[in-house]
T-cell receptor
Framework: NAGVTQTPKFRVLKTGQSMTLLCAQD?????MYWYRQDPGMGLRLIHY???????AKGEVPDGYNVSRLKKQNFLLGLESAAPSQTSVYFC???????????FGQGTRLTVV | ELKVEQNPLFLSMQEGKNYTIYCNYS?????LYWYRQDPGKSLESLFV?????AVKQEGRLMASLDTKARLSTLHITAAVHDLSATYFC????????????FGTGTRLTIIP
């Protein structure tokens, strides 16, 4: 089983460039999340989705946009990258009904 | 807004000793998760706790949930080096859109 797959795994951007991170899950989960992890900060929720076509802001949404056009995919966009967005990004999906959230392998993004 | 606090943030233990990590949360919830993260890796699910009084054990780790006190504990028995990692608890609220909120993490180092 693939589980949760993030693309790409690594990326270096110049300030002002844009990019999209893709998260794909094959577990038919309703909930999907994007987190960022910085040293000493734990995981902070950027945006999340409770089903196809829905999105909601998390704790640190500024500078990011998301879309959930298909149930299995959750896209995270950076329109104009800033050095403060240098981080490791994790996607997760959650089917509820007593199961845990499953995480992708992470995307290490550096903005120079 | 749901707040999740863990303590301690850092913990150095000698092999063979016992210790407990605490996770407090600020709103009504009957769904709590524990995750483990090794350096440079993604998050691995350890336990899912879904009701008051739930207790789960796996090897040298045991997790419990007290929903009335809004407290979960992760107990480590006779620590071994392989348990060195960062441990996170995560909670979903019983109200609203139930986004998954993480604690700040506890970095555990087992010293020979």
């Amino acid at each position: 089983n693939a589980g949760v797959t993030q693309t790409p795994k690594f990326r270096v951007l110049k300030t002002g460039q844009s990019m999209t991170l893709l998260c794909a899950q094959d577990m038919n989960h309703e909930y999907m999340y994007w987190y960022r992890q910085d040293p000493g900060m734990g995981l902070r929720l950027i945006h999340y989705s409770v089903g196809e076509g829905t999105t909601a802001k998390g704790e640190v949404p500024d500078g990011y946009n998301v879309s959930r056009l298909k149930k299995q995919n959750f896209l995270l966009g950076l329109e104009s990258a800033a050095p403060s967005q240098t981080s490791v990004y994790f996607c997760a999906s959650d089917g509820r009904r007593g199961s845990e959230a499953f995480f992708g392998q992470g995307t290490r993004l550096t903005v120079v | 807004e749901l707040k999740v606090e863990q303590n301690p943030l850092f913990l150095s233990m000698q092999e063979g000793k016992n210790y407990t990590i605490y996770c407090n949360y600020s709103t009504t919830s009957d769904r709590l998760y524990w995750y483990r993260q090794d350096p440079g890796k993604s998050l691995e699910s350890l336990f899912v706790l879904l009701s008051n009084g739930a207790v789960k054990q796996e090897g040298r780790l045991m997790a419990s949930l007290d929903t009335k006190a809004r407290l979960s504990t992760l107990h480590i028995t006779a620590a071994v080096h392989d348990l060195s990692a960062t441990y996170f608890c995560a909670v979903t609220s019983n109200f609203g859109n139930e986004k998954l909120t993480f604690g700040t993490g506890t970095r555990l180092t087992i010293i020979p």
